[in-house]
């Protein structure tokens, strides 16, 4: 399961509460309106701490920009992502990757979520892929 950014944290609380003038609600800066993208860490990723992004041949700085929408949440249910295509990068480069964990970013690089893998890291050799499955992401808040 995922975990929110604690910076993400602060938007929204600061967003729902009577942060603004006079006790109204405070305002939202929105997320960069391109693609959400995944990226990829070598480190543990924290609440307040993002990993280590991985490097090498096969694997996109930055991250991989999510191809489709997911399904919204509705009265307060699961988002799970990617929405309709699996994401997967090939080891191309001499040695192992070592991932341990997964980071949710805008386009601009706000980063919303993160979630370290079960059983990380994941060790994946040269010439060899990793994927993450349709549905393979679970976003949530309680």
Do not use: C, H
């Not at 950014?5 to 006790?23: F, R």
């Not at 490097?55 to 009265?75: D, R, W």
């Not at 991932?99 to 990380?120: H, K, M, P």
């Amino acid at each position: 399961m995922a975990a929110i950014d604690q910076a993400m944290v602060s938007k929204i609380m600061n967003t729902i509460s009577p942060t603004g003038a006079a006790g109204i609600p405070g305002t939202w800066t929105a997320l960069g309106a391109s693609a959400m993208k995944v990226k990829l860490t070598s480190t543990a990723s924290s609440a307040s701490a993002s990993g280590t992004e991985i490097t090498g041949t096969g694997y996109t700085a930055g991250g991989t920009a999510l191809a489709n929408a997911v399904t919204a949440s509705s009265a307060g249910s699961n988002i799970t992502v990617p929405a309709t295509t699996a994401l997967s990068w090939t080891n191309g480069t001499g040695g192992a990757w070592s991932i341990q964990s997964f980071e949710l970013t805008d386009s601009a690089a706000l980063r919303v979520w993160f979630g370290n893998f079960t059983g990380a890291p994941v060790s994946v050799a040269a010439g060899n892929t990793f994927q993450i499955a349709v549905a393979g992401i679970t976003l949530s808040m309680s």
